[in-house]
């Protein structure tokens, strides 16, 4: 698990443990989670296409605006705590302690014994959804600035923030794990360092 608090520490564990009992180990190309794929475009998908064709489905802003916010909640939660643990094995949120700090939880599912790996299909679809709505939000973001559009100003906010955390979130699962990586390899590497050097002074004085 990544786990950042106050301190900024960072750790790494397993998910669930169901996932470690899976032991088939996926095909590169092959979409083991379609359904989860598939939501987890359509929510944002469907928000933009919502927003972009709003006047011509609907001459009402408020259920316009209403549809839209609730696609995007519905990204939000789904990606935060679905696609994102199926597809790419990673998964962030925030807990609060018996002190009540708040404490950010970064997570990164370990390769299992039997090699489980996420499918490269649909870690491609993963990245590229969670990475292209959100520049699709911030370019309509400054179309509706300079459109003198202002009622849309705070819809198109809303998309920008809630898939930019999610965007923030998971790049610090995967970049947090990767620097946790390094660290425990560069430990290891100073130990057998420093063993070596110590075998062989007791070599030499014996």
């Known amino acids: 698990m990544m786990q950042q608090g ?9 998910l669930f443990d169901s996932d470690d009992t899976n032991t088939r180990k ?11 794929s598939f939501f987890h475009l359509f929510f944002r998908v469907s928000a933009i296409l919502v927003y972009l064709l709003c006047e ?10 209403v549809t839209i916010i609730l696609l995007l909640s519905c ?3 789904t990606v935060k705590n679905i696609t994102g643990r199926l597809m790419v094995g990673l998964r962030w949120w925030n807990q609060i302690d018996d ?18 790996k996420s499918s490269e299909a649909e870690s491609k679809i993963f990245w590229l959804g969670l990475v292209i709505c959100p520049i699709i939000w911030v370019i309509l973001a ?31 699962c995967k970049v947090g794990s990767r620097k946790n990586l390094t660290s425990v390899a560069t430990s290891y590497l100073g130990k057998h360092i420093l063993q070596q050097t110590l ?8």
């Open 26 to 36: 996926p095909k590169k190309g092959k979409i083991r989670h379609p359904l989860a």
């Open 75 to 77: 990204d939000f939660w």
């Open 142 to 172: 400054f179309s509706s600035l300079f459109s003198f559009r202002p009622q849309w100003l705070a819809v198109v906010i809303m998309g920008v923030v809630l898939q930019t955390a999610n965007l923030y979130g998971y790049i610090k």
């Open 199 to 206: 075998a062989k002074e007791d070599a030499a004085d014996s």
């Open 6 to 14: 106050s301190d900024d520490d960072t750790e790494d564990v397993s």
């Open 99 to 116: 002190e009540g700090k708040s404490h950010w939880i970064f997570e990164a599912r370990k390769p299992s014994a039997q090699g489980k």
């Open 56 to 65: 011509f489905l609907s001459g009402s802003f408020i259920a316009c605006m």
